[in-house]
């Protein structure tokens, strides 16, 4: 166990639906990371907050979006969904989100689009 | 752009045996460069890292990865493969602030 929570484990939802994710990171993380995993694209990085800031940002789409919050809890929106939208989400956390830092995986939220 | 490699999609060895899955990688600066481990329906557990210094690095459960600057490889390695260490292995690497890019994954098949 990682003490990086993620929920719900598994959404299944229809085209043009919005969800959120929701990320918990370790105690003491201030960096959280999210991720899409799917067949065809493999593991991409979609968006790094950092202590409520945004910091970096990878491959996500317009129609995502993501927040930290106060409590350092994250959540990752995703609107307009489409079928290709269908993948694992994983939410990571780090201590500072530098780039040495390692960084700990959530068991992930499993998206259906239908 | 930083990138990395996996070359092979699947490496299969007899237990007993020591296993090796390659990576190799690209960037413009110093490569920070990571080995995780993902089990069917979980997420990716941290293995080992390589910083800077010894260019051995040993990790959890046995694995160690070599880093080799002038072949850019980080090669992860076992003694001796265990049936339980068969799963997905990712290696990425970290060079433009926070971003991690990971490559594609090899599947190890330990053959009891």
């Known amino acids: 166990d990682s003490g990086v929570t993620q929920t719900p484990k598994h959404l299944i939802t229809a085209t043009g639906q919005r969800v959120t994710l929701r990320c918990s990171p370790r105690s003491g993380d201030l960096s959280v990371y999210w991720y899409q995993q799917s067949l065809d694209q493999g593991l991409q990085f979609l968006i790094q907050y950092y202590n409520g800031e945004e910091r970096a940002k990878g491959n996500i789409l317009e129609r995502f979006s993501a927040q930290q919050f106060p409590d350092l809890h994250s959540e990752l929106n995703l609107s307009s969904l489409e079928l290709g939208d269908s993948a694992l989400y994983f939410c990571?956390?780090?201590?500072?989100?530098?780039?040495?830092?390692?960084?700990?995986f959530g068991p992930g939220t499993r998206l259906t689009v239908l | 752009a930083q990138s990395v490699a996996q070359p092979e999609d699947q490496v299969n060895v007899a237990e007993g045996n020591p296993l090796t899955v390659k990576c190799t990688y690209s960037v413009s600066g110093n490569p920070y460069l990571f080995w995780y481990v993902q089990y069917p329906n979980r997420g990716l557990q941290f293995l080992l890292k390589y910083i800077t210094g010894d260019n051995l690095v040993k990790g959890s459960y046995g694995f160690e990865a070599e880093f080799n600057k002038s072949q850019t490889s980080f090669h992860l390695k076992k003694p001796s493969a265990l049936v339980s260490d068969s799963a997905l292995y990712f290696c990425a690497v970290r060079d433009i602030p926070a971003e991690v890019t990971f490559g594609t994954g090899t599947k190890l098949q330990v053959i009891p």
């Open positions: 990571a956390s780090s201590v500072e989100g530098e780039m040495a830092d390692t960084q700990y």
